[in-house]
């Protein structure tokens, strides 16, 4: 599978920012999600969802962030609202064990 993310970009805090992905694949993925990695950190969970619209959210997006996809298709968007420079990192799309190639994210104070 193929994962391709865009949507990246700089903003100040309090914005906001909308990631999409597309995975290329034979079938439709049963669970996709956004992960990121901060300079000097792990790369931690932020979102995923499944097929049937199950999500679950890292702390950090808890409240401010938004994962959908589009329905029957292997295309998922996170919506990211009220954003602070500690979210600042590179975002990746993830499914079926494999990673994008990240998107960057910079939240300027």
């Known amino acids: 599978v193929q994962l391709q993310a865009s949507g990246g970009g700089e903003v100040q805090a309090g914005g906001s920012l909308t990631l999409t992905c597309t995975a290329s694949?034979?079938?439709?993925?049963?669970?996709m999600g956004w992960y990121r990695r901060a300079p000097g950190k792990l790369r931690e969970l932020v979102a995923t969802i499944t097929t049937s619209g199950r999500t679950v959210y890292g702390d950090s997006a808890k409240g401010r962030f938004t994962i959908s996809r589009a329905n029957g298709k292997n295309t998922v968007f996170l919506v990211m609202n009220n954003l602070s420079p500690e979210d600042t990192a590179v975002y990746y799309c993830?499914?079926?064990?494999?990673w994008g190639q990240g998107t960057q994210v910079t939240v300027s104070s």
């Open positions: 993830g499914a079926l064990q494999t």
């Open positions: 694949n034979d079938f439709i993925i049963n669970t």
